[in-house]
């Protein structure tokens, strides 16, 4: 054996001093850590955000007019007398009235006040109502639960009856349509939807959330500008309809402005006795309502 000789290992281990320096990973060796990028085909989906999504509460209570409304298609006579015997008219209780008999009996005069707002003359009436309760109803509905939804609709239409009771004593033609109603929760909703967060506020946040912000006390509410705009342009277009006889629909079916009245400020004035939603402190609501509407 050459005594200069060097054992193999020593000459590889020299070699390869004299090489430029690469870093080669041996497959056994352990590769360095870098997170692992999924396969394409196993990416979820990106979330897909529905277009409407209404409350189970509105939801079935659209149903609930639509399959009333199917009574137009029983014979006239039968139809009608639905109408008379769920439909709201004032004279069933003129007690100036002798030996006059109203489908119904005295049941009817109970019932009556609440079964007529279920009640539509066309496809134009219950579509007309539905459009202004998918913003309005939508918000309310998940703010109050499904009971205290169903209590305030039916709370509002009697209130719109009673205003029509006082305006009409002696009417004979039945009134009929959810407009009462509907003007109730217009009036409730506007006490919470222009505070910040809210479904017409300018930074709001998914449904549920912006259907449970703190809600304005009542006379903060009447003093908000966005809220006192609302009430006037509400007013100024039930003014029209119903002073100036505008007829909705073919039937030409007046409009029982005094009703849309009534239900209106049954919803402003009695939506705290609904209000599950606390405040957290006296000024918190009006804090929030601070919105961000003054941008520049």
């Known amino acids: ?55 189970g509460a509105l939801t079935a209570y659209v149903l609930l007019l639509a ?17 008379d ?12 009235l002798l030996a006059i008999d109203f489908p119904g009996g005295e049941g009817a005069k109970v019932w009556t006040f609440v079964t007529y707002s279920l009640l539509h003359a066309n496809l134009s009436h219950i579509g007309f ?6 913003p309005f109803g939508s918000a309310l509905a998940r703010r109050f639960g499904a009971i205290r939804f169903f209590l305030f609709m039916a ?27 509907v003007s109730g929760t217009m009036a409730a909703a506007i006490r919470f939807a222009f505070v910040k967060g809210s479904f017409l506020s300018f930074s ?8 449970r912000v703190p809600a304005l006390s009542l006379m903060r509410a009447l003093r908000n500008g966005r809220v006192l705009g609302f009430l006037g342009i509400w ?27 009534g239900g209106f400020f049954a919803g402003l004035l009695l939506f705290s006795l609904f209000d599950p939603v606390p405040r957290t402190a006296a000024h918190a609501a009006d804090a929030s309502s601070l919105d961000v509407s003054n941008r520049g």
């Open 1 to 55: 054996m050459n005594p200069c000789a060097e054992p193999p290992s020593r000459l590889i281990g020299r070699n390869r001093s004299r090489e430029p320096s690469l870093e080669v990973f041996h497959p056994l060796e352990s590769a360095p850590e870098f997170p692992p990028e999924p396969a394409p085909e196993l990416l979820p989906p990106p979330p897909r955000e529905p277009i409407l999504t209404l409350p």
């Open 67 to 83: 399959v009333i409304h199917l009574r137009v298609m029983l014979p006239p006579e039968l139809e009608n007398w639905t109408v």
């Open 85 to 96: 015997v769920f439909g709201f008219i004032p004279r069933r209780y003129d007690s100036t």
């Open 129 to 134: 109502n539905v459009l202004w309760l998918l």
């Open 155 to 181: 709370v509002t239409a009697a209130a719109g009856a009673l205003a029509h009771l006082v305006t009409h004593e002696h009417a004979v033609a039945p009134m009929i349509g959810a407009s009462a109603s």
């Open 204 to 211: 709001r946040g998914d449904a549920d959330a912006a259907a």
């Open 235 to 261: 007013f100024a277009v039930n003014i029209i309809f119903g002073v100036g006889s505008i007829a909705i629909g073919a039937d030409g079916a007046s409009v029982a402005w005094q009703a849309h009245i």
